[in-house]
């Protein structure tokens, strides 16, 4: 007796192609991480406002010393083809240029910040942190601004290790930007209280 050959179901992997010709609105996220597609909701007010300060406080650091380049979302970061990201904020160093393409950036950026929100948290904390990881992003930091606090990773050996946690009234540096710290209360203080 003969066995009917049994169909293998083959998983559909996105790639940056399909990526590009995804029809997506103005009001929404796409990502591509793993060869899926992942979509965030726009970000609300704190998360605005926060993603603000930190890349107000990046850009003024930088015109003074022109070590860099930072960008913000919407921006694709072109990690594989199976993967492209729209960090909250991106920095690259000059030594890294040479990824920064007239469309997006092609490569491994210096230093990515993600603001989370409770949507986000677990894909930021998790598939991203592994992702970014794996991609050998040397700085990653979490923005969480229900707990007005900012996790620092940043890479070694054995992958990310925690810089530190800096909370209300903590001066934050990073290893990436050297030279580089703020109060983290200026961050998450309001214009308008």
């Known amino acids: 007796?003969?066995?009917?050959?049994?169909?293998?179901?083959?998983?559909?992997?996105?790639?940056?192609?399909?990526?590009?010709?995804?029809?997506?609105?103005?009001?929404?996220?796409y990502e591509l991480i793993g060869g899926e597609f992942f979509m965030a909701p726009a970000p609300n007010i704190e998360h605005q406002r926060s993603s603000r300060k930190i890349d107000?406080?990046?850009?003024?650091?930088?015109?003074?010393?022109?070590?860099?380049?930072?960008?913000?979302?919407?921006?694709?970061?072109?990690l594989s083809n199976e993967d492209?990201?729209?960090?909250?904020?991106?920095?690259v160093s000059k030594e890294n240029f040479h990824i920064i393409t007239k469309d997006n950036i092609k490569g491994s950026p210096d230093l990515l910040i993600e603001i989370i929100s409770k949507s986000s948290a677990q894909m930021d904390r998790i598939i991203k942190k592994r992702l970014y990881e794996r991609c050998s992003v040397k700085e990653y930091w979490l923005v969480d601004v229900d707990n007005k606090e900012i996790e620092v990773f940043?890479?070694?050996?054995?992958?990310?290790?925690?810089?530190?946690?800096?909370?209300?009234?903590?001066?934050?540096?990073?290893?990436?930007?050297?030279?580089?710290?703020?109060?983290?209360?200026e961050v998450f203080s309001r214009c308008i209280d």
């Open 1 to 29: 007796m003969a066995i009917a050959a049994m169909p293998i179901r083959k998983e559909v992997k996105y790639t940056y192609d399909d990526y590009l010709i995804w029809d997506i609105g103005s009001d929404k996220r």
């Open 56 to 78: 107000a406080k990046i850009v003024n650091f930088l015109e003074r010393l022109g070590v860099g380049e930072v960008f913000y979302a919407p921006c694709d970061v072109v």
């Open 84 to 91: 492209v990201v729209q960090p909250d904020i991106i920095f």
């Open 154 to 185: 940043t890479l070694t050996q054995t992958g990310y290790e925690t810089y530190g946690v800096f909370k209300a009234e903590d001066t934050l540096s990073s290893v990436v930007l050297k030279d580089f710290n703020f109060n983290v209360t």
